[in-house]
């Protein structure tokens, strides 16, 4: 025993002598260089902190992008399991500025019903039809206000894509395929939004140029109910997409129509247009070509694109379907500091910024608002509804009901969970038909939330409720409404009248109200 303890001292006393001596000779780290051995525990600790911070150190509202409050939210929705929060709030509300109340109503038309699990199979479809307005011949009324935001095949995995694509069809809910194509794994039974990006994948001939023809065939080929025209996206606006050869497989190749061990550049503009006029002279030839309703999806930047394409709108008589607006805080893609920190306007105020326009020509009522960028949380989620949103889309939101614990590994193809990587070690461990099933209960239970806060509002539907209806507070002892925050006129952010009395029908149609116990006596004899 002494023998064997004595030969293991030994061959580690020679391999820290080793490293020492590497140290000292080594001359790329000044710090291991002066600190021989001890220094390579900065390293450690540096490469450990993340986790440090997430689980040991860091307070219930102090992380980002999700604090872990919101994680907790949504992996006990994703469960369905109890998630309440007890012992009041941890905001610091009086004094944070920015902060968002939402005023309820003493007595208004809709009463919410107590029951913690109430409305949680909900129908909450969208407050308009869309392509409707423009006369499209394959308009719909989206079955969900929730939907689930373009995220590729290629950046998630396989499993995660199938986990979601599954998980859209348990909750009745819209799936964008994002840019990178539609793959078998979004083929498991919802219904989806093709995302057409720069390099047309998909729907591109061998030199990379559209072809009209695969796209109609892909279009009859799967349950796609609208074309969104991806512009650019909250993570990196104005950049186009690298997938590295090594993570072109032959699955991806075939996906996106591209060479295999390639590396897969999408540019950051698109070839088939070059301005506001083309763009909408394509909208239309695909909304012609297909039937189907035809959006834009865009980061908000400069006003002149906007501008121009309202004007043109009001004019002209082409137009888009609906607008997806995202965020500058949003982020599932990969992306410089700079881009993901910095460009692009932040959801609340480019979204505003944006609406106006419409607004002010007219448009509003004729086109539906989608928001994404952090919209997954019910609170953001209300203030875009009252900002004037019909739908919002969820990205990382869903990807942590599937099993994302914000490692932030997503461009390091080492994902622990399975999500954002090609590593076949790494994406075993997702269980498809398990995290479906968690991500068609965090999105009802999103759902339940918005409707229960639009009850507590006085209202039927998430998409009735008005700026009004929601105060910013700006410090310790003022508030302002959000309709003057971001300059609304009254009435701005709400669907048209017909538009709201068709979906009060449908919200109210055999849909019991919430109430009290049975009048007594004597106020049954006031009546």
């Not at 001359?27 to 600790?45: D, K, T």
């Not at 919410?112 to 308009?128: D, L, Q, T």
């Not at 894509?161 to 809910?173: D, F, I, K, Q, S």
């Not at 609906?322 to 920190?341: H, R």
Request: proline residues 5%.
């Amino acid at each position: 025993m002494k023998w064997g303890f004595r030969a293991a001292a030994a061959v580690a006393s020679s391999a820290v002598a080793a490293v020492a001596v590497r140290d000292l000779m080594q001359r790329n780290h000044a710090l291991l260089r002066n600190f021989p051995v001890v220094g390579h525990g900065r390293y450690l600790i540096e490469a450990i902190g993340p986790e440090l911070r997430q689980y040991v150190v860091a307070g219930n509202n102090e992380e980002r992008p999700f604090t872990r409050d919101q994680r907790r939210w949504v992996y006990a929705s994703a469960k369905k399991e109890n998630n309440y929060f007890g012992f009041g709030t941890d905001n610091d509300v009086e004094y944070t500025a920015g902060y968002p109340i939402i005023k309820h109503r003493t007595f208004g038309r809709a009463v919410p019903r107590s029951a913690p699990a109430a409305g949680y199979e909900a129908y909450v479809p969208c407050a308009k039809v869309l392509g409707a307005a423009r006369g499209r011949a394959k308009a719909f009324r989206p079955e969900s206000v929730v939907n689930i935001s373009g995220m590729s095949f290629g950046s998630l995995s396989g499993r995660a894509v199938e986990a979601l694509n599954r998980g859209a069809a348990l909750a009745g809910c819209l799936h964008n395929t994002g840019e990178g194509a539609l793959s078998p794994y979004h083929r498991n039974g919802g219904d989806l939004v093709l995302q057409i990006g720069t390099a047309y994948f998909g729907c591109r001939d061998e030199h990379g140029r559209f072809d009209l023809r695969r796209l109609k065939d892909l279009v009859a080929s799967a349950p796609i109910r609208a074309l969104e025209i991806k512009l650019s996206q909250g993570a990196k606006p104005s950049l186009g997409g690298l997938l590295p050869a090594a993570k072109v497989s032959a699955e991806i190749a075939a996906t996106r129509g591209i060479p295999q061990g390639v590396d897969c550049v999408s540019p950051s503009r698109h070839a088939e247009f070059c301005d506001t006029d083309s763009l909408l002279d394509w909208v239309e030839l695909l909304a012609t070509e297909t039937g189907l309703p035809v959006g834009i999806k865009s980061a908000v930047g400069d006003l002149e694109f906007w501008d121009e394409l309202t004007t043109l709108m009001a004019t002209t008589g082409r137009g888009v379907d609906f607008v997806t607006i995202d965020g500058g805080e949003g982020g599932t893609g990969a992306a410089p500091l700079i881009f993901t920190d910095t460009v692009s306007l932040p959801f609340q105020v480019g979204f505003a910024r944006v609406y106006r326009m419409f607004a002010e020509r007219g448009l509003h009522e004729n086109v539906v608002f989608v928001g994404a960028g952090k919209l997954g949380l019910p609170d953001n989620a209300i203030v875009a509804f009252a900002l004037g949103c019909d739908m919002v889309n969820v990205a990382r939101e869903a990807m942590l009901a599937i099993g994302c614990i914000q490692a932030q590994k997503c461009h390091t193809d080492t994902c622990p969970t399975g999500v954002a990587t090609q590593n076949r070690w790494l994406t075993r461990g997702l269980d498809p038909a398990l995290k479906s099933v968690r991500a068609a209960n965090y999105i009802k239970t999103l759902r339940r939330d918005l409707l229960k806060v639009a009850e507590a509002c006085g209202v039927e539907h998430p998409g009735l409720i008005d700026t009004a209806s929601v105060e910013i507070l700006d410090g310790r002892t003022a508030a302002t409404s959000l309709d003057r925050v971001y300059d609304y006129k009254p009435g701005w952010g709400l669907p048209s009248a017909a538009d709201r009395a068709a979906i009060i029908e449908l919200m109210t149609a055999g849909e019991p109200q919430g109430g009290s116990a049975p009048p007594s006596p004597t106020a049954m004899s006031r009546s």
